[in-house]
């Protein structure tokens, strides 16, 4: 959430990481389906990191199963549309953006979903003055991305589908399985060129709120991204990309310290599954997700703070607000969670003295 | 040596079982040798009334608990070379290390090298599938010679056996002297051919035949025991469960995929032998019976049998069959060259192999037969994504990993839920094998056939109510026999509620599942007997109990088996845990059902006292420990002990004797006292022992004025509902505790009373409508207690009014400025 406040800072996948897709396309030899940019092999070598024969380093972008970035890999061969789904912060987006960068070339083909997203949006809408003036006419349209990336057979994105309303989403019905958009005013109809293909994110926790009708679900194949199953495999997420961030930022900040990272991990995993690791204590949830997302945002947050506040180094100190601020999103129930997680877990950690110090020092605005 | 041929296998592997098949077929062995324990041979003669899956039991005669279990599939290539060999009027021997032998080592039997070397190589090459490696990479170069694979095979298991040349123990040394005994044996038999198959592995080791003194030496002084053994059904779960075990052979973890590509390959040769017509529909039949019927398989094959008599006239059909496959061949040998077009090859939608689309179409029916919605055009997708994913990985054609991957993304929305049910009932599948009447039963199976005649009851596939008298001797014994066999995986009968019955009343629902067959036939390991076999079960769930309830529960079962040796094992196993808890609920959670134990146990002839003294042991731990279990925990753990504690406290009023329930009294009272108690178990505690008379209806009234003042929050309302929970009968029926609630709700102050509304009404929500409505019934029925009554006060209900009007003004007011 905090991440996407930076978002305005961040050039688009296919930019930052030129270097990179330009590299792999020299190196790859395997063909490559109509439009698209790279080898589907070479696809899933950019989003699970490697190096290339020449040395060339790729850092890993989603970092878990293999074998869900095949099926999403393979998915859009098959020119079917993919949905990536998950709780909030389990790197839909992030991995929707990278694919559409290494397939297309361009990551910016997107709608985003809200309860306000129009059917122009998905489609098409008009220059009202030019329309005016000289009628309907090929000039005075204005193509929303999925219609432009039906012309260039460009991979088009659609962030958080489900929160449009049902109508809308249902005009992504023709759009899939007729691969070709009519447009009436002009009495012709857009085909989608070879490459063309639609990745939907969609958040776990939204479902049944504008549930995707079943006619439209079928037009997808669904990939499910779960939570980091284990807290090593969350620190490394959580390091490397608060390391990266820290870096595009220009922070003059230390990569954060791993023990550092995995106090945040361990915080957050422990909130979020309702029980110690040892599976002793039994917690009270807080209402917030408390996803990778946001144990990302609190060390990075935590670096800045260090750079611009502290000697560079990120420590207790610099964590707390960030935790505290992740944790607390209701502040009555959620104050007492944190409260009572600080007292009873936090408190009785040898190596976490200065951190119960730092943390019970942050007002969170509870009673 | 040239007489013998040696044909590797892959054991379970249909791949393997077409080579075995195509190699006897040109081969003609005069005798066939089967890796297996030779114990086993007398038998081969029952091949014609099995039908797969089947499983070998051997046991020592002397302990038949010591038993080993050797499972076939119709796809097994060693099931495949015994049919082969009676079809044709051929004798079939098993070779291997006597089972007297593996049967008494210490680590149990273990007939099976661990080493899947075939599987090894399919790795090496990047298919996790190694029998879409064998039919891609394989066949594909070799299938028109069936003995050069063989050949090749052998090959690659000398280099392969090099490599791995410290996996090679003492046992696999004496196994393979064995082996080599046998092949002499056979030589020695017979001028003709001899066909070994044998898992690839041990090829090597019957290349060369040594001097015969060596291998005798090998083989000397190894224990002997007498063994005998028979035919059991068996089932795809069960050889998928035994994948992971490697005590009964090496497994497969996925039998019903290999079953369907034993089912498509036939198809395919059949095809391609030019009897399309028949065998494709016999195929599509056979698809459609699949689940429920073993039969077809055989079908399937005596069909095959059928056309290997017309091999010969058969050979122009043949080289037609090679040149297309030589197409074929180009995809693999340009390996990912040819795949990694990032298009699919088409592969699966290429005319002639249906297997994969085969597959979806099944996983469909059995997705729609549960309402989950999948099209036709689903299947489709899902088809093209096993492909795009094949390809991507640089296979030739969708393996498991592949069908199963796009399953969940086509199929399955991405739910894992949905998915494990292809799992279960597709990718393990639900196949029974069938053991014919002739064939020899387990000590088990006689011994449990003998007693359903002597109890006269009957294993109908009906279901059926039977009601028992307990008195009645023969009555009994049933019970006892149903329970038993639930304890060894058999639930011919299952208990229903038999409270309403009384202590000499049990009612049962009885239906016998031809699936029970696999189950008994496992249990024949633990014992000769069904008492036996679980007595043995159960004493070895009493001695791996951690917790209190589980040895609870094992003592009760043990109790109702009427099985001393597993009493005594599990009263053990009780003491053992509850002197390690620690924690109370977990003590206090095993009452109820010791107490229904202590109950019943003088109808099943275990001694009352001993388990009434075990009853006390818990009580008096649970009783010490319960106050401080009260004390700092959060409303879900509240919630637990509270539930606990009813138990519990039912448990003693049953059981206990005057002196322990007076202990729990005690210990009810200290709840009382214990601070900062949760609200919970303190309001209970509060009725309970106001139900018992140690406190009166002052006592009780001032106890919840006093926690409604002091703790004004969620401790507060949780006492209040702790007390009255679950007592709205009680509290409509009983005039006592009625009298009681009122005389506090009435005794409040005005400002009290509006202070314990909302709480009262929290309690009161987790009342049923009916409750609610019957309360409110009882209340009007007392004609309102006097004071309490809802006189109208003018002032309020004016001041009320002008509030209310005020408001309304408001909302108008800014909606006009709206507007
Ligand atoms: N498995 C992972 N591998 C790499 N990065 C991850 C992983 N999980 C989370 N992240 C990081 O979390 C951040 C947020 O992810 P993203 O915004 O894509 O989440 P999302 O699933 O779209 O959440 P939302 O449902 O809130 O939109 C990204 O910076 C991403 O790098
Ligand atoms: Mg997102």
Redesign the interface.
């Known amino acids: 959430m905090t991440i996407d406040g930076i978002g305005v800072l961040r050039a688009p996948a296919e930019q930052q990481y030129a270097a990179e897709l330009a590299a792999l396309a020299a190196a790859d030899d395997r063909p490559r389906p109509p439009n698209w940019r790279l080898s589907p092999q070479a696809v899933v070598t950019y989003v699970l990191g490697g190096t290339l024969p020449d040395g060339t380093v790729l850092a890993p972008k989603y970092v878990g199963d293999r074998r869900l970035v095949e099926i999403a890999v393979a998915t859009l061969v098959t020119d079917r549309a993919l949905l990536l789904v998950g709780v909030p912060g389990t790197a839909k987006s992030w991995l929707s953006e990278h694919l559409a960068a290494a397939v297309s070339g361009d990551s910016t083909l997107m709608v985003q979903g809200t309860a306000g997203t129009s059917e122009e949006s998905v489609r098409y809408g008009w220059n009202y003055a030019r329309l005016i003036a000289e009628g309907p006419s090929e000039a005075a349209l204005v193509p929303s991305p999925v219609l432009r990336a039906m012309r260039t057979g460009a991979v088009a994105r659609v962030e958080e589908l489900t929160r449009m309303p049902a109508e809308v989403q249902d005009s992504f019905i023709t759009i899939l399985s007729e691969k070709a958009l009519p447009v009436p005013e002009l009495g012709q109809q857009v085909q989608a060129v070879p490459g063309f293909t639609v990745i939907a994110t969609a958040n776990d926790r939204d479902r049944g709120v504008n549930q995707m009708s079943s006619a439209l679900a079928r037009r997808f194949n669904t990939v499910v991204l779960p939570p980091p199953a284990t807290e090593d495999a969350e620190v490394a997420i959580v390091s490397a990309r608060a390391a990266q961030l820290g870096r595009a930022l220009e922070l003059p900040a230390e990569p954060p310290a791993l023990d550092e990272v995995r106090r945040v991990v361990r915080i957050f995993r422990e909130l979020r599954n309702g029980s110690t690791v040892d599976g002793r204590t039994q917690l009270k949830r807080p209402s917030g997700s408390l996803s990778t997302a946001e144990a990302i945002s609190v060390v990075t947050g935590g670096m800045a703070l260090a750079a611009h506040f502290g000697d560079g180094r990120i420590g207790a100190d610099e964590l707390a607000a960030g935790l505290a601020g992740a944790v607390v999103r209701d502040r009555v129930s959620d104050d007492a969670a944190w409260r009572e997680y600080l007292e009873t877990v936090v408190r009785e950690r040898a190596e976490w003295r200065d951190l119960y110090q730092a943390c019970r020092d942050v007002p969170t605005g509870g009673a | 040596m040239s007489r013998v041929t040696l044909l590797g296998i892959r054991h379970h592997g249909p791949g393997s079982a077409r080579m075995v098949v195509a190699a006897l077929d040109a081969l003609r062995p005069k005798v066939v040798l089967v890796e297996g324990p030779p114990e086993a041979d007398p038998l081969v003669a029952h091949l014609a009334g099995l039908t797969p899956p089947v499983a070998l039991l051997l046991h020592d005669e002397a302990a038949p608990e010591t038993a080993a279990f050797w499972p076939f599939a119709a796809f097994s290539p060693e099931w495949q070379a015994l049919r082969w060999a009676a079809a044709h009027g051929v004798p079939a021997r098993f070779a291997d290390l006597p089972a007297s032998v593996t049967l008494a080592e210490p680590d149990g039997p273990r007939p099976r090298a661990a080493i899947d070397p075939l599987g090894l190589l399919a790795e090496a090459a990047g298919f996790d599938d190694p029998e879409r490696w064998w039919e891609d990479v394989v066949e594909q170069h070799r299938e028109a010679d069936p003995l050069g694979l063989a050949g090749a095979v052998a090959e690659a298991m000398t280099a392969l056996r090099e490599e791995f040349a410290d996996e090679i123990d003492d046992r696999t040394l004496r196994r393979e002297a064995a082996m080599r005994q046998a092949v002499r044996q056979a030589c020695r038999d017979t001028d003709g051919p001899v066909a070994v198959v044998c898992g690839a592995w041990h090829v090597p080791a019957l290349a060369h035949l040594p001097p015969a003194s060596a291998d005798a030496a090998l083989v000397r002084g190894l224990p002997r025991r007498r063994v005998s053994g028979t035919w059991v059904p068996w089932s795809h779960g069960r050889l998928a469960r035994d994948s992971g075990a490697a005590g009964y052979g090496a497994g497969v973890a996925a039998p019903g995929w290999y079953a369907h590509l034993w089912d498509s390959a036939a198809a395919r040769a059949a095809a391609a032998r030019g009897n399309d017509t028949a065998t494709r529909d016999g195929d599509n039949g056979d698809t459609a019976a699949r689940d429920g019927d073993a039969a077809t398989h055989d079908g399937d094959t005596a069909a095959h049998d059928g056309n290997a008599a017309a091999r010969n006239d058969d050979a122009a059909a043949h080289s037609d069959d090679a040149a297309t496959h030589d197409g074929n061949t180009a995809a693999p040998g340009n390996g990912?060259?040819a795949h990694?077009?990032?298009?699919?090859r088409n592969g699966s939608l290429a005319a002639g192999d249906d297997t994969v689309p085969r597959w979806f179409a099944r996983a469909c029916q059995l997705l729609r037969a549960e309402d989950l919605?999948v099209?036709t055009?689903?299947a489709v997708?899902a088809v093209?994504?096993a492909?795009?994913?094949a390809?991507?990985?640089g296979r030739p054609s969708p393996g498991l990993?592949e069908v199963t991957?796009?399953a969940?993304?086509?199929l399955?929305?991405?739910?894992?839920l949905p998915l494990r049910l292809v799992h279960e009932r597709l990718v393990v599948g639900e196949q029974l094998g069938t053991v014919g009447p002739d064939v020899p039963q387990s000590p088990l199976a006689a011994d449990l056939v003998a007693t359903q005649r002597r109890l006269r009851l009957r294993a109908d596939t009906g279901t059926r109510q039977l009601r028992l008298d307990l008195r009645r001797d023969n009555d009994r014994a049933r019970g006892t026999l149903l329970r038993r066999l639930r304890v060894l995986d058999v639930p011919w009968g299952r208990p229903e509620d038999v409270a309403r019955l009384g202590t000499f009343a049990e009612a049962w629902q009885v239906r016998w599942d031809p699936g029970f067959a696999v189950a008994v036939a496992a249990a024949a390991r633990h014992g000769s007997t069904v008492a036996s076999a679980a007595e043995r079960v159960l004493g070895r769930r009493a001695a791996g109990a951690a917790r209190v309830a589980e040895a609870a529960d094992v003592l009760g079962e043990a109790v109702n088996c009427e099985l001393p040796g597993a009493v005594a094992a599990a009263r053990a196993a009780l003491d053992r845990c509850a002197a390690a808890a620690t924690d109370t609920v977990e003590l206090l959670g095993a009452l109820p059902a010791l107490a229904g134990t202590v109950r019943y146990g003088s109808v099943r002839d275990t001694d009352p006292e001993l388990l009434r003294t075990a009853l006390h042991g818990l009580l008096a731990r649970g009783a010490v420990g319960l106050p401080l279990a009260c004390r700092g925990i959060?409303d879900?753990?509240a919630e637990r002990l509270l539930a606990a504690l009813d138990g519990a406290h039912e448990a003693a009023g049953l059981a206990a004797d005057p002196a322990h329930q007076a202990v729990w009294r005690q210990a009810l009272a200290r709840v009382l006292d214990a601070p900062n108690a949760h609200g919970l178990p303190a309001g209970r505690a509060t009725r309970l022992l106001w139900e018992a008379l140690v406190l009166d209806a002052d006592a009780v009234a001032a106890r919840l004025r006093r926690a409604v003042t002091a703790g004004a929050g969620t401790g507060a309302s949780a006492f209040v509902a702790g007390f009255l929970r679950g007592s709205a009968a009680l509290l409509a029926e009983d005039p006592q505790l009625f009298g009681l609630v009122d005389g506090w709700l009435t005794g409040l102050s005005a400002r009290e009373f509006a202070d314990t509304l909302p709480l009262l009404r929290r309690a009161v929500a987790e009342f049923s409508t009916a409750e609610r409505r019957m309360l409110g019934e009882r209340v009007g029925a007392a004609g309102g207690p006097e004071g309490a009554g809802p006189a109208w006060d003018e002032g309020r209900a004016a001041r009320l009014a002008a509030e209310v009007r005020r408001l309304l003004a408001t909302a108008g007011s800014t909606g006009g400025g709206r507007g």
């Open positions: 990912t060259a990694g077009n990032g298009a699919p919605p099209s055009a689903s997708d093209r994504l492909d795009a994913l390809a991507l990985r990993a991957d796009a969940l993304a086509v399955c929305g991405g739910d894992e959060d879900a753990a």
